[in-house]
């Protein structure tokens, strides 16, 4: 895998699968293979519980190969839970349910706008450093 994979689904509950699906594709082979999926079926599932109805009803999965993990990007249009106009990062946190993508997860973290919310999550690896290190 190189570069992002990237892709849409509806903005509905059997569309987790496929992203899953999406996603062990993506990273077929990878040792992190995993964790990855699951970090997306967590994600995919919190996107399409928080997406606005009747808006835009879409979600988009990204996936991207860094030298050192994989970086799992979900984006939707949804509110974190009730909508508090100015309220910053740990607002968009609360409700949202990513204790199982903490667990997984070097870091991750979310970019919140009035209508659209996009939630990161970076998953370590060693299998593909572009410029090895030389310790
Ligand atoms: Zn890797």
């Given at each position: 895998m190189t570069g992002t994979e990237m892709r849409q689904f509806p903005a509905q509950l059997e569309e987790i699968g496929h992203a899953r699906r999406f996603a062990g594709g993506v990273v077929a082979g990878h040792p992190a293979a995993d964790d990855v999926v699951l970090a997306v079926s967590e994600l995919a599932a919190n996107a399409v519980e928080h997406t606005a109805a009747?808006?835009?009803?879409?979600?988009?999965?990204?996936?991207?190969?860094?030298?050192?993990?994989?970086?799992v990007e979900v984006h939707d249009h949804g509110g974190a839970g009730a909508p508090r106009l100015g309220a910053a990062g740990s607002e968009a946190t609360r409700g949202r349910g990513l204790f199982l993508v903490d667990h997984l997860s070097r870091g991750?973290?979310?970019?919140?706008?009035?209508?659209?919310?996009?939630?990161?999550?970076?998953?370590?690896?060693?299998?593909?450093a572009p410029v090895p290190a030389a310790a």
């Open positions: 009747g808006r835009h009803d879409s979600f988009e999965v990204r996936i991207t190969h860094l030298a050192d993990a994989v970086l991750w973290g979310v970019t919140r706008r009035p209508d659209h919310t996009g939630v990161w999550c970076e998953i370590g690896c060693t299998c593909a």
